[in-house]
């Protein structure tokens, strides 16, 4: 990386390979100087934009996020259909190629350092409620299209959505643990939600 790049760009970049090196790895695992050396600048140069590590960490949980919160939009603009908007949001998440929209694998991190670091834990229930948030929205507006049954709770529900989430994700880092049951579950849940008794539906947790 030029260190002639203007002082926000450089922070973006840091920011960006930060992202790609906590989404595979791990908190404690992970250095400042690893992440300095892959974005090509120096330790000092980092610190000049992130004050320390928890600080890096806590920008690259809201940076998944917003690159997650970025891909669901775009893929609820395309879903005609609003009983098919949670499934599409599920699909999409497990089918994502790029790691640093696995936002549940840092969580998974997070959850690792919650108990000694009150600053994680704090960070990590804000930006859970967050995501909780988003999902609990779009199945009220579902639920006003037509799509989720009214007699539904959102709120809880949304829980539900990120409870499978986690499960996925668990699953996906151990190998071979819900890879088969997966499809069915994606299934029984868009039952639950809109009445429709469909068939198993192909969700890809493996390879994502």
């Not at 690159?67 to 497990?94: C, H, M, N, S, T």
């Not at 840092?106 to 859970?128: C, F, G, N, V």
């Not at 809880?156 to 088969?180: K, S, Y």
Request: charged residues 30%; contains cysteine.
């Amino acid at each position: 990386m030029s260190s002639r790049l203007p002082a926000e760009e450089r922070k973006a970049a840091v920011l960006d390979c930060a992202c790609g090196i906590f989404s595979t790895g791990s908190y404690r695992g992970t250095t400042t100087a690893e992440i300095a050396r892959q974005a090509g600048v120096t330790e000092p140069i980092l610190y000049r934009h992130f004050d320390s590590k928890r600080e890096l960490y806590l920008a690259v949980l809201d940076e998944s996020w917003r690159r997650l919160r970025e891909l669901w939009d775009g893929v609820v603009a395309e879903e005609d259909d609003p009983k098919l908007w949670i499934y599409a949001i599920g699909r999409a998440y497990f089918e994502a190629a790029d790691p640093r929209l696995h936002s549940a694998n840092l969580w998974i991190q997070s959850l690792t350092e919650a108990s000694d670091d009150p600053e994680i834990r704090k960070y990590l229930r804000k930006h859970m409620r967050e995501v909780h948030g988003y999902v609990a929205d779009l199945m009220r507006r579902s639920q006003e299209a037509g799509g989720v049954l009214k007699d539904r709770d959102p709120s809880a529900e949304a829980w539900v959505f990120i409870a499978i989430g986690l499960l996925g994700t668990v699953g996906r880092r151990v190998g071979g643990l819900v890879d088969e049951d997966f499809p069915a579950i994606f299934a029984a849940r868009r039952k639950w939600m809109t009445g429709e008794d469909d068939p198993p539906l192909n969700i890809n947790v493996t390879d994502a």
